[in-house]
């Protein structure tokens, strides 16, 4: 990992921190600010430009869906709260994004247990099951295939569908725990850890600084 | 280090109301020595086995009485990270016991787990992928390689560990003859070389001549393990052939041009044939070379260019839906063909929806449950099934479907003698009967070749009907 990148343990704390506040903050321009650094941050990094512009999309009906019902059925200053919680939904976003779209699921786990002692059952327990999320989709086309041959169909909206991905893939962490202890996997045991990544203590300060900072301007200077 | 595994006294069930698996078994591993066990399906290979690695009664069952000692110590009070140092296991079902995402993650997440020293893990992971001859797939992904390819990571896995005790349980079930055979001499040499003791659960007892020590059998009359004589393992019947017969030129199902990729990897170059209607046929090749994904292809599972007829009419605009009632694929994988929750819901359900419900009629199918030993399982829940009754049920449910094409992937992966011999003359009666055109992939070829009637060869791009060419 580039050295001149933010640390993962940093960035879910700017990501937690600034979230946090973002809830009960009632400031356009702070979301406004928050949407204009993270994005400067993910071009940074090079992201997925093709993922974020998709994910924007995504993210488009629910931003105006809440603004549009509060211009609709709002009261007091309509306008503000419309742009608040419609900037609100991109500010969550791109928030989530420098976490999700620079790091690797492996590298955030990681790097939380090193630096957060977050424990590491549940680290491989995610890191296994998002290994296995290729095989469950798979396992979704596969369950329908099978109860085609079987002459029935379920649709997706059908519960037994459903049903039957559950019970997979609790007979494949039962298989994958049995596994992962035979391959010597101790809850609540020392490990060694060969992950390793910088985190210089600027970056805490940083963060720090950055979440300090928010919160004086919204809670404090409160612009519109 | 010396180093002992001993089994006192043991009765273990698998629920409070059943029947105990074992009953005051009394074992002790003999140490340095390459192990057999061989048993019939369901008779508690796996679980024996699991037993001994301390992973039962923690993740399944109940132990009534008795002790199972690792150096004297009870072995399921022992930390995992301990006990992987002294007695590791490979599974049965390869794509499961994997943490992580690739080859060389999984080996380093392995080391990590006995708190091998940090800096000497990269180099240990490298070194024993290079022994395995696995170093090119190093950063494969583990979830898209094949289930052998799985299997001897999950090997290298185990020897990363460097435990003294390797148990492998079926571990070659996805594995074709060749790599068995290159795995089943490293474990000698293993064992000559590093002093290591292997115990291998084993259905299929060919090539173990002149390599095993010792020979074990589970005998379900006494629920105990007994030692047979290594002279059992040269009784073998010589390899057969299939015997090449004049079949008539009847195909109802064909493909023409057929091709197929696997990431950038040509599986199949364009190839035309046709198989014969009410005959079983043998699809053999090597591990990896495509065959498993040739069904997919065949059920419109996977992408293809090319054709696939029915009758002489191509298929791919024909809906899943009414395809899966002309093709049917009975996968590798038998709980993937599962869709109720017990076994006697399976059978009901697949009579009512039966193409030939004319045929499969109550007796027939009770006739076919007490032939393939399934009676006493039909309350059970099918993911409690042993790895061979679920095989057993799986192919019995389909065949009752009877679809007009029936593509096998490894039917009798974990099957002993006689239940491969009571499966394959009741799908052989089926074909024969009802008309079907029958393609089984089997790496097992002992007590089955001899019964079919002719073989298909898939290898270096392209299938041909051995005899022809």
Redesign the interface.
């Known amino acids: 990992m580039s050295s001149k990148r933010i640390n993962p343990t940093i960035l879910v704390i700017i990501m937690l921190g600034i979230g946090l506040q973002i809830t009960f903050a009632h400031s356009v321009s702070t979301n406004i600010v928050v949407i204009f650094v993270t994005c400067l941050y993910l071009c940074y990094c090079k992201a997925s430009g093709k993922l974020l512009i998709l994910t924007s999309l995504y993210a488009f009906p629910l931003a105006l869906g809440s603004w549009w019902s509060f211009i609709m059925f709002g009261t007091g200053d309509v306008w503000h709260t419309a742009w608040i919680y419609a900037s609100r939904v991109y500010a969550y976003l791109y928030l989530g994004a420098i976490v999700t779209l620079t790091v690797s699921v492996k590298n955030i786990l990681l790097s939380l247990s090193l630096h957060l002692k977050l424990s590491s059952t549940f680290v491989y327990g995610l890191l296994a099951s998002f290994n296995l999320l290729g095989r469950i989709k798979h396992q979704y086309k596969t369950i329908r295939y099978s109860a085609m041959m079987r002459g029935t169909t379920y649709h997706f909206w059908n519960p037994s569908l459903y049903l039957r991905v559950i019970i997979v893939a609790l007979n494949w962490s039962q298989d994958l725990a049995e596994a992962m202890t035979s391959q010597g996997f101790t809850e609540g045991a020392a490990r060694t850890l060969t992950y390793k990544d910088n985190l210089p203590k600027w970056q805490w300060c940083l963060a720090t600084f950055l979440i300090l900072l928010y919160f004086v301007f919204s809670f404090l200077v409160r612009p519109w | 280090m010396s180093i002992s595994l001993k089994v006192e006294d043991l009765t273990f069930t698998y629920s409070i109301d059943s029947k105990p698996i074992f009953e005051r078994l009394n074992f002790e591993l003999p140490l340095n020595s390459f192990n057999l066990l061989i048993g019939p399906s369901g008779s508690g290979k796996s679980t024996i086995f699991?037993l001994m690695?301390g992973?039962y009664p923690?993740?399944?069952g109940i132990k009534n009485n008795g002790r199972i000692l690792l150096n004297g110590q009870e072995i399921a009070d022992i930390?995992?990270?301990e006990?992987?140092?002294h007695?590791?296991?490979l599974?049965q079902?390869p794509?499961?016991?994997?943490?992580?995402?690739t080859v060389f993650?999984q080996l380093?997440?392995?080391?990590?787990?006995?708190?091998?020293?940090?800096h000497l893990?990269?180099k240990r992971a490298t070194e024993v992928l290079k022994k395995s001859n696995l170093w090119q797939f190093k950063d494969r992904i583990?979830?898209t390689l094949s289930g052998g390819e799985q299997q001897r990571v999950a090997l290298a896995?185990v020897l990363v560990?460097d435990s003294s005790i390797i148990f492998l349980d079926e571990p070659f079930a996805n594995i074709d003859n060749v790599s068995r055979l290159v795995i089943l001499n490293e474990l000698k040499q293993l064992q000559l070389t590093q002093h290591k003791t292997i115990f291998i659960s084993d259905h299929d007892i060919s090539n173990y001549n002149g390599l095993v020590d010792h020979l074990y059998e589970i005998k379900l009359s006494s629920q105990n393990l007994v030692e047979l004589p290594l002279t059992e393992l040269a009784k073998l019947p010589a390899q057969t052939k299939v015997t090449q017969k004049n079949l008539p030129d009847n195909a109802v199902f064909s493909w023409h041009n057929l091709s197929f990729h696997i990431g950038q990897r040509l599986l199949l170059s364009p190839n035309s044939l046709n198989i014969p209607k009410g005959y079983v046929g043998l699809l053999s090749g090597d591990n990896g070379i495509g065959k498993s994904t040739l069904f997919a292809a065949f059920?419109h599972?996977k992408k293809y260019s090319g054709n696939v007829l029915y009758n002489g009419k191509s298929s791919e605009k024909i809906r899943?839906?009414n395809w899966?009632?002309t093709v049917?694929?009975i996968?590798q994988n038998s709980?993937?063909?599962?869709?109720k929750?017990h076994a006697d819901e399976e059978l009901d359900?697949?009579q009512s929806?039966s193409?030939h419900s004319e045929y499969w009629t109550a007796q027939r199918i009770q006739d076919a449950v007490n032939k393939l030993d399934l009676i006493q399982v039909l309350k059970h829940v099918n993911?409690q099934l042993s790895g061979g009754q679920q095989k057993k049920l799986q192919a019995l449910?389909?065949l009752i479907?009877s679809?007009p094409v029936m593509l096998f992937d490894e039917p009798f992966a974990g099957l002993d003698l006689n239940s491969l011999e009571n499966l394959l003359m009741l799908i052989k009666q089926t074909t024969k009967d009802l008309g079907l055109s029958t393609l089984i992939i089997s790496h097992q070829r002992r007590g089955v070749v001899e019964h079919i009637d002719y073989e298909l060869l898939m290898d270096e791009q392209t299938i041909k009907r051995l005899g022809e060419f």
């Open positions: 699991k690695a992973l923690q993740y399944s930390v995992p990270f006990r992987a140092r007695v590791a296991m599974f079902n794509s499961r016991q994997f943490a992580m995402k993650e380093v997440f392995a080391l990590e787990n006995i708190q091998y020293p940090a893990i990269e583990l979830q896995t560990l059920s599972q899943l839906r899966a009632r049917a694929n996968f709980s993937d063909q599962f869709i929750l359900f697949s929806n193409l993911y449910i389909i479907m679809q």
